[in-house]
Every structure is written in C-alpha cells, then in structure tokens.
C-alpha cells in the first residue's frame, strides 16, 4: 500500500507556471506507474500525465502536451509536475495517483490517490 501526499498547488496568472509534488511513503516507490489526473468543477476527473516506474517512458494528455512536464525522483519517493504556459482552463484540483500496472489515463484503473491540491489560474 502506498500513501499520497500533494503539495504546490495555489493561484498564479495566465502564462505563468507552478510546481506539483506528490510524495509517496508506505511501499516500495520503484516498483509504481504515477499518474497525474484533475478534476474542475462540475467535469469529470481527468487524465494528466503518467510516468512509468523505471522513469523512461511518459505520456501526456493533448490538452498539455509541450506545456506540463512529469518527472519522478526515485530516491526522494516523489513525483512532480511541472506546469508552464498555464491557461485558465487548467484550473482544476490535481490528484497524484499510483498503481503497479496502470499506466493509461483511466482514473478507475489506479487504486492509490492523494488528497488533490488546487490549482487556480487567473485570465
């Protein structure tokens, strides 16, 4: 079992950037895909980024593909999210989520999740 706790989240202007991190405790880090997802209000909690346990392989939705970047740093059990060039749609709570075999962008597929952390993006 492993335990998720996000952090980095807050308010920023249009074009501006932030840092998520999620930090893993409970389990062995190594052996988890992580997922970034989010959810806005009255949507459905969608798919973000996912980073594959060995750290080589990632994927991202189209919607932030060349703006948000994910990476992982084993040996702190934590996994960050990058985000530049924020638009007001990004707005949204962001959740960290882990599993041993999901790897794809359906959120029912991962079995451990964080709290979410807020993000909002000023026009």
């Known amino acids: 079992q492993v335990q998720l706790v996000e952090s980095g989240g807050g308010l920023v202007q249009a074009g501006g950037s932030l840092r998520l991190s999620c930090a893993a405790s409970?389990?062995?880090?190594?052996?988890?895909?992580m997922a970034w997802f989010r959810q806005a209000p009255g949507k459905e909690r969608e798919f973000v980024a996912v980073?594959?346990?060995?750290?080589?392989?990632?994927y991202y939705a189209d919607s932030v593909k060349g703006r948000f970047a994910i990476s992982r740093d084993n040996a702190k059990n934590t996994v960050y999210l990058q985000m530049n060039s924020l638009r007001p749609e990004d707005t949204a709570v962001y959740y960290c989520?882990?599993?041993?075999?999901?790897?794809?962008?359906?959120?029912?597929?991962?079995?451990?999740w964080g709290q979410g952390t807020q993000v909002t993006v000023s026009s």
């Open positions: 989520a882990a599993d041993r075999t999901a790897s794809g962008g359906r959120s029912n597929e991962y079995d451990y």
């Open positions: 409970g389990s062995t880090f190594t052996t988890y895909n």
């Open positions: 980073i594959i346990w060995n750290g080589r392989n990632t």
